[in-house]
Each structure stands twice: as structure tokens, then as C-alpha cells.
């Protein structure tokens, strides 16, 4: 999405979120993730963790690709962290010269940012899921313990032709 650092007014987003998958209906599982994700570009993860209050995700604007087994490369990826005010919330873009590393697609995993920025392995709900700041610049969570998720749903992300006319879209490009 675009780098700005301006937050928009509700009725100013540039952007429309089709939801492709959330857990609780779908599946908490890595081929539930494939099912409906593989071949998407331009999604956001969102997760909320189990036990707290802390919402945590992260662009992809490239292809999920279940047989790629390796890394994919772009500037474009970022990780956040949602909280109680804006102040607190966190968009960690990727390091310099970690842009080979952005993002790790394969069948033997969920969504994975990184090595382990964000890393959903399998069973997303049973603590097979951790965060540990190693390609983005800033920590999104202050513990690199393995965690589990209540809920977790993934959007496909569209960029409006026109702000004034919400029905027409255009996939976001990188």
C-alpha cells in the first residue's frame, strides 16, 4: 500500500477490504490458508492473539505461492500492531537490504513474514504461531514467546478509482 504516514478520515480511505478467509469459519490450519489465499497479492493478515488485547498483522502486496518453498522480494511489506490509541500502534517496514527476505511462501506454513517477524506455522489457535523482529526495523510485540490466535482473517486489498465512487476498484499494486 502507499507509504504515507498521513492516517486517513473513515470516509477518505483509498482502499476496499474483501475478506478472503477468517479462521473461525475456515479453518485455523495452513491449508485452509492455501485454499483460499494461494495465488492472492495484495493482502493483509490480521490476527488477534489469544489472552490479550494486542492485534497484529502484515501487508503482503506479492503472490502467496504454496509451491515456491523460498523468499520473496520486495520493499513493499510491512508488519503492524494494532492497540488502544493511536500512538501505540506500530508499522515496521523492512530493514535495508532485507527486501530478498520480505516474505517466505510455502505450502509447509500459514502466512510468514520473514523468518519468524510474523510466522504462523500450522494450527494457528494451539501456539504455533510467533513474532520475532528479525527483517522488519521495529519489534511489534514485546515477547518472542509462541503464541495462539483467537481469530485470524486475511483481505485482499483494492485500491479505489475514485474516492467518490466506492464501486470501482482497482487491485493495489506494490
Known sequence: ????SKTYNLD???YEFHLLIRGSQSGFDRD???RF?????????????????EIIGGYNPLEWKSKKN????????FVF????????SIISRLRNGQASRAIYSSR???????????????????????????????????TSEKFSVDE?????????FDVCSPTVYRPVVG
Open 12 to 14: 477518505e480511505i483509498p
Open 108 to 142: 509447509a506454513y500459514g502466512p510468514r513474514f520473514a523468518r519468524q517477524d510474523i510466522f504462523m506455522e500450522n494450527n494457528f489457535n494451539s501456539k504455533n504461531c510467533k513474532c520475532i523482529c528479525e527483517s522488519y526495523e521495529v519489534p511489534i510485540r514485546n
Open 152 to 160: 485470524y482473517e486475511v483481505f485482499k486489498v483494492y485500491k479505489k
Open 1 to 4: 500500500m502507499d507509504c504515507h
Open 32 to 34: 485452509a490458508f492455501w
Open 37 to 53: 489465499c494461494d495465488g492472492c497479492s495484495n493482502t493483509v493478515v490480521v490476527m488477534r492473539i489469544r489472552g490479550s488485547d
Open 70 to 77: 523460498s523468499y520473496l522480494y520486495t520493499n513493499n511489506s
Open 81 to 88: 500492531s494494532l492497540k488502544n490509541g493511536e500512538q501505540n
